[in-house]
Nanobody, 125 residues
């Protein structure tokens, strides 16, 4: 059973940076696509970024392009968030799936098998 644990969330001022980490255990993750999603208060969960099985297999939501960077290293996936805005305030979730591609994770989040518990990111003015 895959277990995903996020860390790195917190309170930051607008324009600041945070780096989220997701540590995976239970399976070797090199055959899994991994992703970050977020849910803001009163809103639906939304895709942030995904990283597939190859180094170029990376996708970003338009809202975070140029500000966020996803990376992975063996059992870890990271989300470097720069130039944070108040609208980035949300609970951020790590996700992993062995069947879906990184691109498929964008529109088929309901099919993703493994999720973390989330980490809160709050961006103040």
């Amino acid at each position: 059973q895959v277990r995903l644990v996020e860390s790195g969330g917190g309170l930051v001022q607008a324009g600041g940076s945070l780096r989220l980490s997701c540590s995976a255990s239970g399976r070797t993750m090199n055959t899994y696509a991994m992703a970050w999603f977020r849910r803001a208060p009163g809103k639906e969960r939304e895709f942030v970024a995904s990283f597939g099985r190859g180094p170029q297999d990376i996708y970003y939501a338009d809202a975070v392009k140029g500000r966020f960077t996803i990376s992975r290293d063996r059992q870890e996936v990271y989300l470097q968030m720069n130039n944070l805005k108040p609208e980035d305030t949300a609970v951020y979730y790590c996700a992993a799936d062995v069947r879906l591609t990184a691109q498929a994770m964008i529109n088929f989040a309901g099919r993703i098998e493994h999720w973390g518990q989330g980490t809160q990111v709050t961006v103040s003015l």
